[in-house]
């Protein structure tokens, strides 16, 4: 029998580049909000069995009432406190876990995550011990110096766009996490900090249209990407 999963969720971004009085996650994408949008996809995922939403306290009455009540998410949903850095909200959500085998992590406003992706990534952490979704750069990439001028080009076949969910042995993540504490290093993402490890990260398809809600212009791609799906606005 399969041990359980655990998803952590940082939502406590402040949103600058979104311009708006209303943090991202709580911007309304259709018939409901940024972080519903996201958290009704792992409700919906098979294996996973919790969640653990990383967030300012102050939001949490919010959040149960707006958001888990109002649009029926069914599994257990923890809190765990927001940090200034993303990296500092994962690391605070991973003393909230409990007894599990596979921690699974995704950014809050990553809403278009379909639960077939997420289940993919989750199988790939049992057989590799961690796993990642992303897809290949379409487009060229430069190499720039300190003065913006190009100075390499990367073969784009080797390269692609990392997104969220990224899942991992529990062990293994929260060594990944000590580690990067202890030597003072940033990662933009958990992947990256399992990588200073020497651990391969086996990369799986998250598929072009699982965005991250940044700007104003996310909005409108996810809206549209959105009707494409056939998804009732």
């Known amino acids: 029998m399969e041990s359980k999963v655990y998803a952590i969720i940082p939502a406590a971004g402040s949103g600058r580049r979104m311009g708006s009085s209303i943090l991202k996650q709580y911007i309304m994408l ?35 009432k707006e958001i888990i009540k109002r649009y029926g998410i ?22 909230s876990v409990g007894n599990c085998d596979i921690v699974v992590v995704h950014d809050g406003v990553r809403p278009l995550v379909t639960p077939d992706v997420i289940e993919e990534t989750i199988q790939a952490a049992r057989q590799y011990g961690a ?10 990439i430069k190499e720039i110096d300190p ?3 190009a100075v390499n ?68 791609l996810a809206l549209h990407m959105m009707r494409n799906r056939g998804i009732t606005l």
């Open 131 to 140: 796993a990642a979704a992303g897809m290949p750069v379409k487009d060229t």
């Open 30 to 64: 259709g018939d409901k909000p940024v972080l519903a949008h996201t958290l009704s996809a792992f409700d919906r995922a098979g294996s996973v069995d919790c969640m653990i939403l990383a967030v300012s306290p102050d939001e949490k009455e919010y959040i149960e």
């Open 153 to 220: 080009t990367p073969d784009r076949s080797i390269l692609w766009l990392i997104q969220t969910p990224q899942a991992f042995k529990l062990r293994l993540l929260e060594e990944a996490h000590k580690k990067a504490a202890e030597d003072g290093f940033l990662g933009t993402d958990d992947s990256s900090l399992v990588e200073r490890l020497g651990h391969p990260v086996k990369l799986v398809e998250g598929g072009y249209g699982n965005i991250k809600i940044t700007t104003p212009e996310d909005v409108d």
């Open 147 to 149: 003065a913006g001028f």
């Open 74 to 95: 069914e599994k257990p949903v923890f809190y765990a406190p927001g940090g200034r850095e993303r990296q500092e909200s994962v690391a605070n959500a991973l003393h």
